[in-house]
T-cell receptor
Framework: GQNIDQPTEMTATEGAIVQINCTYQ??????LFWYQQHAGEAPTFLSY??LDGLEEKGRFSSFLSRSKGYSYLLLKELQMKDSASYLC??????????WGAGTKLIIKP | NAGVTQTPKFRVLKTGQSMTLLCAQD?????MYWYRQDPGMGLRLIHY???????AKGEVPDGYNVSRLKKQNFLLGLESAAPSQTSVYFC????????????FGPGTRLTVL
C-alpha cells in the first residue's frame, strides 16, 4: 500500500533550527511536496522536490533521497509565526498526492 | 484575484439530508480537486477534474458526486449525508499539470448529526 510517515508533533525554540522528517512508500514517484497549514486555515505550498538533493528557499530548505524514500524540511531561525502543521505529500505514478497526517510544530519563546 | 473560494464556510446537516458545496477559482486553472481532512489523518482525495466537463474518482469517492460544467466551478454533492461525512472539506486547483502547486480554498466545516 501507499504510506507517508511523519512525526505527529515537535517542539522547538524561537531562533533555533528544526528538521521535520518524512518517509514515503508510493506506487511510482513523481515528486515530494511540503505544505504549511496554520490552525483553522488552508494548506499553503512550501516546496517541491523531484530530484535528489537539497532545495533552499530563504529560511526553509527541503531535502529528498529517492533511493531511501526519505525527505526532510529544515526550518532555520524559527519565528513564532512558524507554529503550524507541516504536511508531507508524495505524488504517485497516477499523479495523485498521498498526504501524511502532518507534523504539528510548536515554537516556544 | 480572489483565488479559490468555497461556499459555505460552515454547515450542519441531519443524517439523510443532501447538500452541495461550491468551489470557484478565478485563476483559469485546469485541474481542480476536492479533499476531506479528518483529525489524525492526511488529506484524502474525493474527486478531481482535469478540465471543464471532466471528473474522476479519487481515493474516497463513495457517497459523493461532483460536476464541472464550467471551468471555474467544481461542485461537490452529498446525496444522503451520513455522520461519517463530518469533516473539513478543501477544494484546490492547479494551473496546468498535477505537479504544479496546489492552491487551496479556505475550507468548509461540515457536521452531520
Amino acid at each position: 500500500g501507499q504510506n507517508i510517515d511523519q512525526p505527529t508533533e515537535m517542539t522547538a525554540t524561537e531562533g533555533a533550527i528544526v528538521q521535520i522528517n518524512c518517509t514515503y512508500q508510493t506506487s511510482g514517484f513523481n515528486g515530494l511536496f511540503w505544505y504549511q497549514q496554520h490552525a483553522g486555515e488552508a494548506p499553503t505550498f512550501l516546496s517541491y522536490n523531484v530530484l535528489d538533493g537539497l532545495e533552499e528557499k530563504g529560511r526553509f530548505s527541503s531535502f529528498l533521497s529517492r533511493s531511501k524514500g526519505y525527505s526532510y524540511l529544515l526550518l532555520k531561525e524559527l519565528q513564532m509565526k512558524d507554529s503550524a502543521s507541516y504536511l508531507c505529500a508524495a505524488m504517485d505514478s497516477n499523479y495523485q498526492l498521498i498526504w501524511g497526517a502532518g507534523t504539528k510544530l510548536i515554537i516556544k519563546p | 484575484n480572489a483565488g479559490v473560494t468555497q461556499t459555505p464556510k460552515f454547515r450542519v446537516l441531519k443524517t439523510g439530508q443532501s447538500m452541495t458545496l461550491l468551489c470557484a477559482q478565478d485563476m483559469n486553472h485546469e485541474y481542480m480537486y476536492w479533499y476531506r481532512q479528518d483529525p489524525g489523518m492526511g488529506l484524502r482525495l474525493i474527486h478531481y477534474s482535469v478540465g471543464e466537463g471532466t471528473t474522476a474518482k479519487g481515493e474516497v469517492p463513495d457517497g459523493y458526486n461532483v460536476s464541472r460544467l464550467k471551468k471555474q466551478n467544481f461542485l461537490l454533492g452529498l446525496e444522503s449525508a451520513a455522520p461519517s461525512q463530518t469533516s473539513v472539506y478543501f477544494c484546490a486547483s492547479t494551473p496546468e499539470a498535477p505537479q504544479d502547486t496546489q492552491y487551496f480554498g479556505p475550507g468548509t466545516r461540515l457536521t452531520v448529526l
